[in-house]
């Protein structure tokens, strides 16, 4: 269990999103992640929750969550956001918070209708195994759907830079893998695949939407989805 890796980053992680790179970045990827996921159901697993990001979104959806991540830094931010959340909108579900390793604790989960992951599984050692796994934890119909930074693209190619710079940066630890790989994965089902992040990270924010509606070259963001029949 890495429980040091994202802990260091924890306080400044969410900056990321401020900035415009990351900022467009996050709207295109989150455009893709929120119109996939459909989880028939209310319960929903969340694996890797960092700070919430995407836990609010849940939450406000109106699912039940059980969010999970390694980093006790990064759930603490996680556990202040939703907190806030909650004061201010109403009848949201509690979240019921779970500090682990999604390796570890494989035998211990429920069964879920929908089982949500955005940019963790970089981070998790045979992903393709995992998945399995957690395919087994969904309910009829259920939906597992995760995002990750694609290989082979020009995203790919400035965190291994972002590494170069900086060889203690958690990126150093990711495994990148491409569409195809993950297309190959034997989850049960074939999955249903989708792309974006086809603009450049060099590229200016006012221009990267131009570039993302055509579509072309490889993309730095999949998003993989297995529906249980
Ligand atoms: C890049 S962050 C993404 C956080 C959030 N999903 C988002 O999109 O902002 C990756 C998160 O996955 C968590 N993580 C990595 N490996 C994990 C594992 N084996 N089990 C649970 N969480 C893990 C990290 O601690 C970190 O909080």
Not at 150 to 178: D, H, Q
Request: net charge negative; hydrophobic share 40%; glycine share 8%.
């Amino acid at each position: 269990m890495n429980e040091a890796l994202f802990d260091p980053i924890a306080a400044h992680y969410d900056s990321w999103y401020s900035t415009e790179l990351g900022s467009v970045s996050d709207q295109v990827e989150r455009h893709l992640a929120q119109s996939m996921f459909k989880s028939p159901g209310p319960q929903v697993l969340e694996i890797g929750c960092g700070t919430g990001h995407y836990t609010s979104w849940l939450v406000q959806e109106g699912y039940e969550v059980t969010a999970v991540d390694i980093s006790g830094e990064m759930m603490a931010r996680a556990q202040q956001k939703i907190a806030a959340l909650t004061s201010n909108v109403m009848n949201t579900k509690p979240v019921r918070w779970w500090h682990g390793d999604i390796t570890e604790i494989l035998d211990q989960l429920a069964t879920y209708d929908g089982i949500f992951s955005m940019t963790a599984f970089e981070f998790v050692p045979e992903p393709e195994k995992v998945l399995q796994e957690l395919f087994k934890h969904l309910k009829p119909g259920g939906c597992l759907m995760i995002g990750l930074i694609a290989g082979e693209s020009s995203w790919s190619e400035y965190y291994a830079e972002v590494v170069r710079n900086k060889p203690t940066s958690v990126f150093a630890r990711a495994a990148l893998y491409t569409k195809d790989e993950i297309a190959s994965w034997q989850i049960g089902v074939p999955a249903e695949i989708g792309e974006c992040l086809f603009f450049p990270p060099n590229v200016q924010s006012a221009e990267a939407l131009a570039i993302e509606e055509k579509r072309q070259g490889n993309p730095g963001f999949v998003v993989a989805k297995w529906v249980k029949g």
